[in-house]
């Protein structure tokens, strides 16, 4: 009775204090002399999969000092810079239609012309020419119909994209 008691602190039918919850295990703060939880991955150095784990203030001071190019020469960081890896073109390479800015006397933005570019088409086009131009394209560089061809994946997606954004636009 007695380590029923000490089991069933309280009132017996409560049960084991904590009984519902399983122990989780934290990972404290790198940080130096730091005691809160390091629930926020920073990497160590670029390119390096090892990751160092802080406190939420200390994730934010170690990324407003983060300097990618660190150690390396100005000929080095050219370099990389103008790469065209995955590694450090892949961000350039997703921006396929961002903002375009202002428009131009024809009432489109440098990436609304740029989508007719890609289209193929002149930007009097209305949306049953846009419509089938994208179909069109999309079946001449569709994956499936090109598998020998390396580029008609990015091809047909920036298809895609320009489709979607003048697809949108009324025109």
């Not at 919850?21 to 809160?36: F, H, I, N, P, W």
């Not at 939420?56 to 103008?82: I, K, L, P, T, V």
């Amino acid at each position: 009775m007695a380590s029923d008691y000490i089991k069933n602190f309280g009132f017996p039918r409560w049960g084991e204090y904590g009984r519902d919850k399983d122990t989780q295990a934290l990972r404290m703060c790198d940080y130096v002399g730091c005691s809160e939880t390091g629930n926020h991955p920073a990497p160590k150095s670029p390119g390096s999969k090892e990751r160092w784990y802080f406190c939420q203030s200390h994730a934010a001071e170690y990324n407003r000092n983060w300097n990618f190019f660190e150690g390396m020469s100005d000929e080095e960081a050219r370099r990389h810079m103008q790469d065209n890896s995955e590694s450090s073109d892949a961000f350039a390479g997703a921006r396929t239609f961002e903002w375009g800015g202002a428009v131009d006397e024809d009432g489109y933005t440098s990436t609304e012309q740029a989508a007719f570019d890609t289209l193929e088409l002149e930007a009097t086009s209305d949306q049953d020419a846009i419509k089938r131009q994208f179909r069109k394209l999309a079946k001449t560089y569709h994956p499936d119909a090109n598998r020998g061809d390396p580029d008609a994946a990015e091809r047909f997606h920036k298809i895609q994209s320009a489709y979607e954004l003048l697809r949108d636009k009324s025109l």
